[in-house]
């Protein structure tokens, strides 16, 4: 009989374990919290400043006739320009909608060219006038439209806009041992066009790597004046001018 109680208690036990098991609380996993993922925003004003090179194009000159002209009329010399190193700084304003990857801006750069070059007309058999020319491209000023791309703090952006260049022209004629120089001058409104990745390394600074092709194509006029008052007039097609440019900005 005591073997036939204890098998009940046993059974007993056995049969209330779950029921107790399920009354006491159970223990659920804790709930996993979405951190958004901060990204960066470049909206906001900024400015900066450049360096790089400018290169590519060649000049062409011309005699042209007029009264007096030298006897190398219609004779024709080409010659390169330098290529150079080039400064600048710009000023602008970025646009970026919260959540959408696309930046919009507006940029105000002005920087130096300041490309050289030298070129001689050599006169007809029997005479000895020897015309040289120098042209330098002196500065600019660029306002232009900027559309990007942007990959957190990776911009890819493409630039264009409306650009006023200051391109000097100056001569050098040497006649019978000789010199005087001649005038002439080449202000111009023309287009520039690029493209270029800038990177946000700080919260407030960029860097960037750009390229803008300058389309100053302009044919100058160019008069001058030996001691004799013979008259030299010729013509100088301007060629356009490619640049590469690094450079870092400050945002606000």
């Given at each position: 009989?005591k073997?036939?109680?204890?098998?009940?208690?046993?059974?007993?036990?056995?049969?209330?374990?779950?029921a107790?098991?399920?009354?006491?609380?159970r223990?659920y996993?804790?709930?996993v919290?979405?951190?958004?993922?901060?990204y960066?925003?470049?909206?906001g004003?900024?400015?900066?400043?450049?360096?790089?090179?400018a290169?590519g194009?060649?000049?062409?000159a011309t005699?042209?006739?007029?009264?007096?002209?030298w006897?190398?009329?219609g004779?024709t010399?080409?010659y390169?320009?330098e290529?150079?190193?080039?400064?600048?700084?710009?000023?602008?304003?970025?646009w970026?909608?919260?959540?959408s990857?696309?930046?919009?801006?507006?940029?105000?750069?002005?920087?130096?060219?300041?490309?050289?070059?030298n070129g001689?007309?050599?006169?007809?058999?029997?005479?000895?006038?020897?015309?040289?020319f120098?042209?330098?491209?002196?500065w600019?000023a660029?306002?232009?439209?900027?559309?990007?791309?942007?990959?957190?703090?990776?911009?890819?952006?493409?630039?264009?806009g409306?650009?006023?260049?200051?391109k000097?022209i100056?001569?050098?004629?040497?006649?019978?041992?000789?010199t005087?120089?001649?005038?002439?001058?080449?202000?111009?409104?023309?287009?520039a066009?690029?493209?270029?990745i800038?990177y946000?390394?700080?919260?407030?600074?960029?860097?960037?790597?750009?390229?803008?092709?300058?389309?100053?194509?302009k044919?100058?006029?160019?008069?001058?004046?030996?001691p004799?008052?013979?008259?030299y007039?010729f013509?100088?097609?301007?060629?356009?001018?490619?640049?590469?440019?690094?450079?870092?900005?400050?945002r606000?």
């Amino acid at each position: 009989m005591k073997k036939t109680l204890l098998a009940a208690l046993l059974a007993g036990t056995a049969l209330a374990a779950p029921a107790a098991a399920a009354d006491l609380p159970r223990a659920y996993p804790a709930p996993v919290v979405a951190v958004p993922v901060a990204y960066y925003n470049w909206t906001g004003f900024y400015v900066g400043g450049f360096v790089g090179g400018a290169f590519g194009g060649d000049v062409r000159a011309t005699e042209v006739g007029a009264p007096n002209v030298w006897n190398a009329v219609g004779q024709t010399t080409t010659y390169d320009l330098e290529n150079k190193f080039i400064f600048g700084g710009q000023l602008g304003y970025n646009w970026q909608a919260s959540g959408s990857p696309f930046v919009w801006g507006l940029e105000l750069e002005i920087g130096s060219l300041n490309r050289r070059g030298n070129g001689v007309l050599n006169p007809p058999p029997g005479l000895n006038d020897t015309i040289s020319f120098t042209e330098g491209s002196q500065w600019y000023a660029l306002l232009a439209a900027r559309a990007g791309y942007a990959v957190d703090r990776t911009l890819f952006y493409v630039k264009g806009g409306i650009a006023y260049t200051d391109k000097p022209i100056g001569s050098i004629i040497d006649v019978v041992g000789a010199t005087v120089a001649g005038d002439g001058e080449g202000k111009e409104w023309t287009w520039a066009l690029g493209a270029g990745i800038e990177y946000a390394f700080a919260p407030n600074w960029t860097v960037k790597g750009e390229y803008l092709y300058f389309h100053t194509r302009k044919t100058i006029g160019i008069d001058a004046y030996d001691p004799g008052l013979n008259q030299y007039n010729f013509t100088q097609r301007l060629p356009g001018t490619h640049t590469l440019k690094l450079g870092v900005n400050y945002r606000f």
